[in-house]
Structures are given as structure tokens and as C-alpha cells.
């Protein structure tokens, strides 16, 4: 057992119950990270109830686990307290959260445990409208008279410090273009003695046929007088390949590859034909009887909880105040991080003075009794009468199909602000709706909603009476 020294006096005082490990650490950093005082920190199983109740906790911030559910049972005398806010966390989840997630749950832990509304992160608070100066906004300076002088004054005595640029003071040589060219009389044309240069003759390739007409010709220019066609004679005077001297006989061999004996393949492994690939039921295929011993009577009308991120507290403090005469079933529409909604039915039953089940598909609500409804079960009305099925819960459905006279709809702390408008609706028929009050709400996004809509809202307590004095005992 370990308690803290007396810290600020306007600190709250927090009793952490959770066993040795990494959540104990994660729970211990956030407490202190929003500015609480460990009154308390022990292991629940070595710890006893008179020593919880003399650390005189403000609040109680619990690490669950299934290790410690025997201990919670000894300690519920000082748990039950309407005095003591107690905020239950899974122990995996608390030793899991990092980074951002666990900062945001040091902001909402804060502002439970403070009863304020910051849970924003640094750097992102609120900027105030900024209203204009009052008066006539003053006029820009005009520069059109500005006297020249005080700057070409500043050039000048700047003018000495900057570099010379060399080479801006030599001179530039041009060439004597002319020298070399020649005089314009050079191209004079005598128009009495010019004649106009020879033509060049054409001479016949080699290549050419020469026609029967031309070679008879005592005028044809013949080729072998010119000497640079000479050569080009003598090159091709050679014999001419014929195509006559081709031949179709193979100079090679081909070798053909002697064919063996034909090689027998492998086996092949065992097919799969006398494979099943049907999976066998690790359950029995017909879907197991619902218990239906339950007790109570199936009625028309329900009072539904519907809660989120800190409404397990709210919803503790709501059915501790109902009594066991209670006509009409009540309903825990809670949105629960990781889904241990067996462990939250554990944690209601210890507080509540009904009884409390975990809805099934095939059940139906019967008054007097509180079932905690998971996400894969889905509540829905027949006739007023509530029964459970499969699926997700569709509330705004379900309010309308319960009889406004007999129903009472609560929008504890984390609930879906979009159920703000059902219930109004509701509420507008008769229904009686009423909302956590902003005071120690964790999460106030519903009741505000509610509040505006011209809903009312009170604390848990007070929200259990209401529904005592409206339905009846």
C-alpha cells in the first residue's frame, strides 16, 4: 500500500485501485497528468474497505479486470457511496493507450474529475471575435510631395563604398573591314565581249544500254576515250556470277537426336478429390433456447439509458436510485470501448437493486429487470412490448414504436447527440426525457443538445426520482 504526500489543497483526491503492471503506470500517469492527488494506490485484492474510506477519496478510478471482481464485491459498501465519483476503466485498454489517444484520455479525465468542459489540446482554445477600433480609420500616408533630393543625396554618399566595375573605361577597337575586300570595279561586265561560260557535257554511265541508234552513230562520244572511265571498266570486267551456278545440295549434316525409350513422369502427389472442405460446427447448429424463466411480466413502455465515454458512472448512480418495484424494464444502451459488456453487467449488478442481464437475440424485456443491450443485439418494440433480435439498435426507431405514456428516455454522459431530437419528439408526446446535467458530465455533447432543445437536465440522482415520480414505483 502506497499513498502520495498532501499536494495543492485544491487537488482532487483520487484513490487508484488497480494491480501491479503496465496499466497501474498508465492510470498513475494520467491521474497525475490532470492534476489530481493519489489519496490512495493499492491492489483491491490487499486492500480493505475501512482503509479506502479513511483515505477519504474524492474519487475512485478503478483498473478492471476479472482478477479483481471478488475484491470490488468487499469494497462496495464504500463504492456505493452517492458521495464518491468512481470511473471504471479496462486494464487492457488503460495499459494499450498511447500517443494521442492517451493524452485525450488525460483531457477527459481531467475535466471529470475538475467538472469543467476543456477537454481541447493545447494551442486550439476559442479566438475572440476581435471587434473593430471605434472612430475613422486613418488615412495611408501619400508620398506624391516626397522631397527627391534627400535620396539622390543617400546615392551619392553611398556612391564611394561601391566596387569599381574594371573594364567599363577601355575603348573598343573595330576591324578594317574594308582592307581585304575588292574594289567595285572588279565586277564590271563588258557586254560586247562577254560570253557566257561552256556548258558541261554529258556523258553516259557505264551501266546504261546503249540503243542499237546511238552505238551506230558517228557523232556518239565513246567512253573508253575517256580516261578516268578506264578504270571504272577494268574493275567491272570480271566475270558475272550467274545464277545458273547456284546449287541445292547441303554441305551439312543434320544430326537428328536418337528417340529413347519414353520416360515414365513422376507420380503426382495425392489429389484432392476425396477432400471435404466443409468446416465442421464447433457449436451446435440449432441455436441454443433462450432462458425464459426470467421474472416479470412482458409490458408495454421501457426506460432507456443510452450513455457513452463516462456514462457507466451515470448509469450506476441512475439505477441505484430506482427501486425494486419498478413496473417497467429498463434498458443500457451504453457504447462501451473494447466490448466487455459481460463485465459491465458484473459491475451494474453489484449497485443495482434490480436484477441485471446481458439482452440475447430471442429474449424479450420483462419490467423489473435492467438489460444491459451490446452492440450485436438489436432492441426493437413490438406492440410497446421491447424484445431483442439481432442486428444493431436503431433508437430512433425504437422510441417511436414505445408508448410515449410509459416510457422515459435519459441522455447520460457520451450518448449520441443525434438522439437529442427523438427524444424531444417524445417528449413532446408525453414520453418524460431529461438529460445529465453539465456538472460532472464526462461528455455533455446529448445534454446540451437536449437543453437547447428546451429538454431538462439534472443529475443522476435527481433523474431517478423523476422517473419515480412520472412512472411510478
Not at 441455436?287 to 412482458?298: R, T
Request: hydrophobic fraction near 45%; aromatic fraction near 2%.
Amino acid at each position: 500500500m502506497s499513498a502520495t504526500d498532501p499536494g495543492l489543497p485544491a487537488a482532487v483526491r483520487v484513490a487508484l485501485l488497480a494491480r501491479e503492471g503496465q496499466a497501474r503506470q498508465q492510470l498513475r500517469g494520467a491521474l497525475l497528468g490532470a492534476g489530481a492527488q493519489i489519496a490512495l494506490e493499492d491492489d483491491p485484492n490487499a486492500l480493505d474497505a475501512d482503509a479506502l474510506a479513511a483515505s477519504r477519496p474524492h474519487a475512485v478510478l478503478v483498473a478492471l479486470e476479472p482478477a479483481i471482481e471478488d475484491a470490488l464485491l468487499r469494497l462496495d459498501r464504500v463504492l456505493a457511496d452517492p458521495g464518491l465519483t468512481v470511473i471504471y476503466d479496462e486494464a487492457d485498454l488503460a495499459s494499450s493507450r498511447q500517443g494521442w489517444d492517451a493524452q485525450r484520455w488525460t483531457r477527459h479525465l481531467s475535466a471529470k474529475l475538475h467538472g469543467h468542459r476543456d477537454v481541447l489540446p493545447p494551442g486550439a482554445e476559442a479566438e475572440l471575435p476581435q471587434s473593430p477600433a471605434p472612430g475613422r480609420p486613418q488615412a495611408p500616408a501619400f508620398v506624391e510631395d516626397a522631397v527627391l533630393e534627400q535620396h539622390l543625396d543617400q546615392a551619392a554618399a553611398q556612391s564611394g563604398s561601391l566596387p569599381d566595375e574594371h573594364g567599363l573605361g577601355s575603348t573598343l577597337t573595330l576591324a578594317d573591314a574594308d582592307a581585304h575586300a575588292q574594289p567595285a570595279d572588279a565586277f564590271a561586265i563588258d557586254p560586247d565581249t562577254w560570253t557566257p561560260p561552256p556548258l558541261p557535257s554529258r556523258l553516259e554511265l557505264v551501266d546504261d544500254p546503249v540503243p542499237a541508234s546511238k552505238a551506230d552513230a558517228p557523232d556518239a562520244p565513246s567512253l573508253r576515250a575517256d580516261p578516268a572511265a578506264t578504270p571504272v571498266t577494268q574493275a567491272r570486267s570480271g566475270p558475272t556470277p550467274s545464277i545458273s551456278q547456284l546449287s541445292l545440295v547441303e554441305d551439312f549434316e543434320v544430326v537428328v537426336p536418337v528417340r529413347t525409350a519414353a520416360t515414365v513422369p513422376p507420380p503426382l502427389p495425392p489429389g484432392f478429390g476425396s477432400l471435404n472442405l466443409e468446416l465442421e460446427a464447433l457449436e451446435s447448429s440449432e441455436p441454443a433456447a433462450v432462458a425464459e424463466d426470467v421474472p416479470g411480466s412482458k409490458v408495454a413502455g421501457a426506460v432507456l439509458l443510452s450513455a457513452g465515454i463516462g456514462g457507466p458512472d451515470a448509469v450506476r448512480r441512475v439505477l441505484a436510485g430506482l427501486p425494486v418495484s419498478l413496473s417497467l424494464p429498463v434498458l443500457v444502451h451504453l457504447r462501451l470501448d473494447g466490448g466487455r459488456y459481460d463485465n459491465l453487467t458484473k459491475q451494474i449488478q453489484r449497485v443495482s437493486p434490480l436484477p441485471v442481464l446481458l439482452a440475447r437475440a430471442g429474449m424479450a424485456a420483462r419490467a423489473g429487470n435492467v438489460y444491459v443491450v451490446p452492440d450485436q443485439v438489436a432492441a426493437e418494440a413490438v406492440d410497446g412490448v421491447v424484445c431483442f433480435a439481432e442486428g444493431r439498435t436503431d433508437v430512433p426507431r425504437l422510441l417511436g414504436a414505445l408508448p410515449p405514456d410509459k416510457t422515459a428516455v435519459l441522455l447520460l454522459s457520451g450518448a449520441d447527440a443525434a438522439l437529442a431530437e427523438p427524444a424531444l419528439m417524445l417528449g413532446a408526446r408525453g414520453a418524460l426525457v431529461g438529460g445529465q446535467s453539465l456538472q460532472g458530465c464526462y461528455d455533455w455533447a446529448a445534454a446540451q443538445a437536449l437543453e437547447h432543445g428546451g429538454g431538462a437536465t439534472a443529475s443522476p440522482e435527481a433523474l431517478a426520482q423523476r422517473v419515480i415520480e412520472y412512472l411510478g414505483g
